[in-house]
């Protein structure tokens, strides 16, 4: 107990430096999401004003869009490939969960194993399905453009993975949907 004790006093000190660093520093060079937030002149403190969805979605779509510098005939293509996909999307999640669910009330039933991995393998076969509509998306979206343009969404997409990682269930790629 003492050892632990004195480590973290040791150790204090240099967390000091860390904390400062962090604090007082250009945010926009340690954060690029508030760079890009001051940028499109929204707030420094995310938490100041908490969007709803459709409307980061919406920002998301128009910082997507000047970025690539799209022709009004390009947007208006991009937008009709993604309202086709909605549906499909939204009947394909609502599936998914179905079938998830049925998963979770097969674990705690008494289910058999071969119920089981039938189950799972539905699940993966929906999970696939999924993939791959988003990735006939994003080759519709990118048959139309330039390939300036795609050049230009791949330097997109290695910004928004240094950001923030992988998207949640596995998703890649800048492209709001």
Avoid at 68 to 73: A, D, F, R, Y
Avoid at 122 to 134: N, Y
């Amino acid at each position: 107990m003492k050892f632990r004790s004195i480590y973290l006093l040791a150790a204090l000190p240099l967390c000091i430096p860390v904390y400062s660093t962090l604090t007082h520093a250009d945010a926009g060079s340690l954060f690029p999401s508030y760079a890009l937030a001051q940028a499109a002149g929204e707030p420094a403190n995310p938490n100041s004003e908490v969007p709803n969805k459709e409307e980061f979605k919406q920002r998301r779509q128009e910082q997507f869009r000047q970025a690539l510098n799209l022709t009004p005939e390009q947007v208006t293509k991009i937008d009709q490939i993604r309202e086709q996909g909605k549906q499909a999307r939204q009947t394909q999640r609502e599936a998914y969960r179905a079938a998830k669910e049925k998963m979770q009330t097969l674990m705690a039933s008494d289910a058999g194993d071969d119920e089981l991995r039938s189950q799972h393998r539905v699940l993966q076969d929906l999970r696939q399905k999924m993939g791959e509509a988003r990735f006939e998306n994003k080759l519709k979206i990118r048959s139309i453009l330039t390939p300036e343009q795609r050049t230009k969404m791949v330097e997109l997409q290695k910004q928004h993975k240094g950001r923030w990682g992988h998207r949640q269930h596995g998703q890649d790629g800048p492209l709001p949907e």
